[in-house]
């Protein structure tokens, strides 16, 4: 049997519910983990083990006295700190929200803690999510576990890493351009961005509310199942989200029709490129057809989103006015005439460029010019992928069209940086289902291939996820650690 | 000076609503601790989204109805981006038109008199802010302000007409139209405080246009637009231009004030609120909504006149004060005598409770029910009482709220029918009032006098016509 600590989430729910260990055990294994590679891969913004520890009694008292410990009893999870836990520090990796701790928990968590897991801390990111590096939190970097130079994604860097590295069973993230599945591939897990709308988007620190969803980063696909059928649903405090059937796990596949997206290979680094056609001819030894297709518009996805994203977060970041809640200030500093801009001054580089690109792209005059037409061309392109997927079943391409890079190796060029989400700012335009799973290393860094359907169809994700896992052999943990 | 224009955009709550426009808070929010009626979502808390309250919607529509404005197909909200620490997200979800979408309303007429009506340009549904308190004063010498977001998303309907009044009388018989028909559709009680703002822009003789905010009540709207054209025309007679500016309406000097320079930079930033997706009305909302809608200030005045034969004039002053012209029709439904109910309520009873009428609510907060109306109304009706002893009797049950049958046989005072207690009395009369009865046998008009004496007489219980039978019989008689 595999160390505790490494243990898949169904695994553990299982051994719990058979006695084979305790949460408090499994709890323990996985705290133990945390405190043996934290301090080099750096994960965590806040970490709560007591409070971890304490719910993990509680389930083992519940199993003790025979009641449900629920579907997820025992698995651990990390957060991303951009989305609301109640009573636990939520800082978006921010300085304005230094001292930040909501009143609340978003629909997602309360899903999770009335299904039995167990809430462990609040996991690394760019500065509100605003990057694709985790280089932009205003703490500290985290690490590459698979290169401790390496970053290690982002926007939600610090949950790739915990995921890799057994630091929690499973972890959330948020996906607005490729938050997830980028560090996903970073850092050699499964990430899924859902469907526009499957998951309720209420708590979730708003960075581009059109463009963003919740998702699961975990270290097989199963789990992935698992967990994102406990958070999908309507929920009323969120009108943008939607009913959908639950997700299951097929052994049998069906012969899909699968469309490579030729500009997507075609502008990726040689090895991403080997290493994706090579997953591509497992697909066809499993029974599917491949063809080579292209993408008309994929020139306007990237300016597009990034005027888009930009005008959505200048407006949903202006209500960090420090008035409210937010981190501490003397008095003296609460004057009139200077009070908003001597406030944001606590924003770091990164956010300040974005509320700057949004507010010039809404301000009138250009509003037509910038805002209005990049609508137009999010339009254009969701209604070429729809298109598509008349006639194919699924899209694929590589997840980056990079390998994991080194610390400051595009921080300073904000265009260079903005030019690797190229591949997943898609599925976020279109509002459509992708996952990225891993399918090899080169050099030792990940490599991960990104598969996208239509809107609510994640069962074809899924089903050809499953079955490309059960056919890529390749390693799961890093040596590193 | 004259080609005055002056046009207004008006803010009014919807003070029916239970909840919040987005959020499960109260709608009312009037006499609370500061900062109780709040939540996450009213509070802008960071991960919190709108959730839009339907019933919203129907009133707006309602309002866009009765203000005769076309009501779109789907409608959708947008945010207006300003910072002000009122403003918990420091953007409102409001509406706006543009790109073939458009707000609640649009491109209505009201009807001001016969003779004129009033461009309604557009009509929105949006949140209100919280409310901020100077501490020292007013908001240009105050160090510190206090604020209250109790009132934070509370829902409201702006009102914008196009610049198609002359003078403040117009504005005012606007207004006081709009009030009565805001109320009339049950939704917005305007004599609760702060429920109906103003502004008003001003232009003269086609000069630049003056906007003057943060006039709290319909009250004050005249006064100011009045101190605005004295203003205007003696800059323009000094050959001062006049400049395009905001200015504030300061309610205790009765002045207005130019705003804080920076409010003037107008770029909001509109764009399509992300968090509520286009809201499409269907084909059969509006035609539902008009079905189902309350009536309306001029149809319930044509039922008066026509059902209840009640006079313009009558009708009139009832409908002028909705709650009073509900108070006469459910006194209708204990006793129906339409007319004389009427007459009683718009004469002794109004004039009672004059003296109180800053009481928005007195009609509920009053010991007098409509049953108390109808009974005194039936004893008139029924000649068990005087006209005159009615109006003490009234002045009775207000205080102690028992019923009129029982205050009048608490004083005795029923109407006197007995002959012969009346001829008593008619004797007194006639003993004291000597002169008078000469007259009256030569004057027949002199006769009112000596009725007028036997009924103080009898405190004014005595049967008129009965006393007026003995009184002739006694005059025609030899003896007297």
Redo the contacts between chains.
Sequence with gaps: MPKLQDLQAHEVVQGIKEGLFTAEEYVSSVINRIEDVESKVRSFITLDSERALTSAKLIDRKFKEKEDIGQLGGVTVGIKDN??SKDIR?T?ASKI?ED?F???D?TVIRHLKDNGAIILGKLNLDEFGMGSTTEYSRYHPTHNPWNLDYVPGGSSGGCGAAVATGECTVSLGSDTGGSIRCPASFCSVVGLKPTYGRIS??????Y???LEQIGPICRSVKDIVMILNIISGKD?????SMSSSPITINNKLDKFDIAIIKELIDGSDLEVRKTVYSASEKFKEIGCICNEISIKNLHYALPSYYTLAS??A??NL??Y?N???GFDLPIAEYK?DTY?SNVRKNFGEEVKRRILIG?YV???GY?SKY??KARRLRSLLKLELLKLFKKYDLLIGPTMPILPFKFGEKIDDPIKMYLVDINTVLANLAGIPAITLPIGFSNGLPIGLQIMAAPFEEQKLIDVSNALENTINIQRRPSLI | MSLVMIGLEIHAQITELKSKLFCSCRGNYRDLIPNTNICETCCGLPGTLPIINKKAIEYSTMTSIALGCKVPDKIMFYRKNYFYPDLPKNFQITQYNVYGFSSIGVDGSFELDDSKKIRISRIQLEEDPGRITYVEGGMNVSNSALIDYNRAGVALIEIVTEPDFTNPKEVRLFLNKLSLTLEHLGICDTLMEGSVRCDVNVSMKGGNKVEIKNINSFKEVEKAINYEITRQTSLYNRNIKIESETRHWDDRKKITFKARSKEEEHDYRYFPEPDIPVIVLGDNFVSNLKDHMPELPNQRFDRFVLKYNLSEHTSNILINDKKLADFFESTLKVYFSPVEIANFLITDFKSMIEDDSDNTDYLRNMKVKPEHIAELVKMIEGNKISRITAKDILVKIFESGILPSEAVNNTNSFKIADEKTLMDAVESVFETEKSAVEDAKRNHEAINFLLGKVMKFTNGRADPKIAMRLINNKLNKPDA
């Design positions: 989305i609301s939520t978006c929200l930040y909501p009143s609340y978003a988007r209420y708590g979730l620190i708003s581009a509310n059109s009323i405090r969120d009108n943008t005008a959505e200048s407006s202006a209500r006015d008035i409210r809640y009139w908003f507010s809404l301000s009138s509003y805002y209005l």
